[in-house]
């Protein structure tokens, strides 16, 4: 489905992977609620982590948190941090970019081959962790609405340093 | 002949029995041997209204929780906030209302005259009860979905008829295995008491999920070309759910078990989707499977941690599960099933034992997936498990 941006901030680039990119996810999630309302509530702490997307090519993390049919919050988050999220996705920043970029290429819907479930399922390049299988499960019940969340990514540009 | 002495002169029709004769009979027969109960009642109310008199003994509040009124959170009036008004929240451990009065309502000093629903046999709230339960049903009901409009069915496209046909045949797999979820809690709930009223209601939405799930895989079957073969492998996995000789042992085959392997298929089909609409149905569909295996594994849990002697239930489970898996294995190496999945993965049937070999790695992680909700549950299987770790087609 295509998602909608505000005109005045549909032309700024934000980088990639940044707490700011995803507080963008979480605006448009706002501006979006009415798709939101339509899939049903949504509540739960994802961690998205770019195994190379931190410092000197260490792991980044950001941490979001939903609540019924918004982002709640964004946060950066440390390995100290890891329990407080149902589960985490984590994948190479190349893999990252790839997905966003054919999103961004399907205004909004990615290609057969680029859906958080394709990319997760065989368990690689992306991996979905838990250390509790029934908080795992979440990512599952909430598939839809979390490909929304990352498919509104299309209504701004994103660049990747590095 | 007048018309009228035409008509008298036609013999009567000959006299037929009901085609229900017994059931009535049982029925009259049922209600005239309690007609001093309820015929009282119906006596007096209509002594009363003939006496132009009115009772209003319903607004007497004094053994009501009148007054403490329930206030809605941000997402509306749930069921939790009603719970957590003092009066309506404390479900009894063994229920003994076995009739509709609504646990909260003024009932007792009624208790006399109202009748027992034999029915109602899961009077133990360890039976039924799961922690997440109340969750999960507003959860379920906040992401309803409608298989006719919310599938962009228009945008559905020809495929090679070799991967048609495979995805026809795997939509023909949950077409005839799906309402399973459907027809099992249907068996229990209404032997369910009221008093457990949220978990009568989860049960309802995950029959409503099944019903969805069983048309829409019906008619993106039918829209692609038709429905393929049954096959009697599933038919016994559906009958060891439905056959299940307790509530919780069913729902830890159906739920945890069947519905957490059926995740793993949805979850495929996602991935091995050749359309959007495909994948849309496919991602849908997981959603509320997620929920009912998340129901499972709790419900499970309450039962093995509130039972009487833990040790005995663990191991009544484990001579269950012995059974159950090996005959939901069975559903799970049909050909019917396997090799159109095959297909779908290989990315054609050319290329159907490239596909065998993607299946082999998803069957090692679905297995192991269980095994950590079996876990999770307190019900270590580890040791006991009879599903192989390698698919049975990746060990030779």
């Given at each position: ?132 299988p029934l908080r795992k499960d979440l990512f599952f019940r ?11 990514s299309a209504a701004f540009r994103t660049f990747f340093e590095? | ?98 009739n509709f009065a609504p646990r909260g309502s003024v009932r ?289």
């Amino acid at each position: 489905m295509e998602t909608q941006a505000e005109p005045e901030q549909a032309e700024r680039a934000v980088a990639f992977p940044s707490s700011e990119w995803f507080e963008r996810l979480a605006q448009l999630m706002k501006v979006n609620r009415a798709l939101h309302e339509h899939l049903g509530y949504i509540d739960c702490v994802a961690q998205f982590t770019v195994l190379d997307g931190g410092l000197g090519g260490k792991p980044w993390s950001v941490q979001v948190t939903f609540e019924e049919f918004e982002a709640t919050d964004v946060r950066e988050a440390g390995p100290d941090d890891v329990a407080r999220a149902d589960f985490t996705l984590e994948a190479s920043l190349a893999t990252w970019r790839e997905m966003i970029e054919v999103i961004a290429r399907g205004r909004g819907r990615p290609d057969l081959t680029h859906t958080l479930n394709y990319l997760s399922h065989p368990g690689t390049p992306i991996r979905v962790w838990s250390q509790d299988p029934l908080r795992k499960d979440l990512f599952f019940r909430y598939n839809q609405s979390l490909q929304e969340f990352i498919n509104a990514s299309a209504a701004f540009r994103t660049f990747f340093e590095g | 002949m007048s018309q009228a002495s035409r008509i008298e002169s036609l013999r009567p029709l000959p006299s037929s029995r009901s085609m229900n004769e017994e059931e009535v009979a049982r029925y009259e027969s049922e209600f005239k041997q309690y007609a001093t109960k309820w015929a009282e009642i119906l006596d007096r109310n209509a002594d009363r209204m003939k006496r132009g008199s009115y009772s209003l003994h319903w607004m007497n509040t004094d053994k009501a929780a009148w007054g403490k009124r329930a206030k809605p959170s941000s997402r509306g009036l749930t069921y939790t906030d009603v719970n957590h008004v003092p009066g309506y929240g404390v479900l009894p451990e063994k229920a003994t209302w076995l009739n509709f009065a609504p646990r909260g309502s003024v009932r007792d000093e009624y208790a006399a005259e109202m009748p027992i629903v034999d029915d109602y046999t899961l009077v133990n709230r360890d039976e039924s009860w799961a922690d997440n339960v109340v969750t999960l049903y507003e959860e379920a009901k906040a992401r309803q979905w409608n298989a006719t409009r919310d599938i962009p069915w228009s945008e559905l496209e020809r495929l090679p008829d070799d991967l048609e046909k495979a995805t026809c045949q795997l939509c023909t797999f949950l077409t005839e295995v799906e309402f399973v979820a459907g027809d099992f809690p249907a068996k229990w709930l209404y032997r369910i008491p009221q008093d457990f009223l949220e978990v009568k209601s989860f049960l309802v939405t995950q029959l409503m999920d099944e019903a969805r799930h069983q048309e829409v895989f019906r008619k993106r079957a039918i829209a692609g070309g038709g429905l393929l073969h049954a096959s009697p492998g599933f038919e016994w996995a559906l009958k060891a759910i439905i056959d299940a000789p307790t509530h919780t042992m069913g729902t830890f085959l159906l739920n945890l078990l069947g519905e957490g392997l059926v995740l793993s298929i949805f979850r495929s089909g996602e991935m091995i989707a050749k359309t959007h609409v495909d994948k849309e149905i496919f991602r849908r569909c997981l959603q509320d499977e997620a929920r009912h295996v998340s129901y499972g594994e709790l419900e499970l849990k309450n039962y093995l941690d509130h039972a009487p002697n833990r040790e005995a239930a663990v191991e009544e489970m484990h001579r269950f599960a012995d059974v159950g898996e090996q005959v939901i294995l069975t559903s799970f190496t049909e050909a019917a099933l396997v090799e159109p999945v095959a297909i779908l993965l290989g990315g054609g049937l050319d290329k159907i034992d490239r596909g065998m070999e993607g299946q082999g790695r998803l069957w090692k992680m679905s297995v192991e997936e269980y095994l950590q909700r079996c876990d999770r549950a307190g019900f270590d299987r580890r040791g006991r498990c009879t599903i192989p770790i390698e698919s049975p087609w990746g060990q030779n």
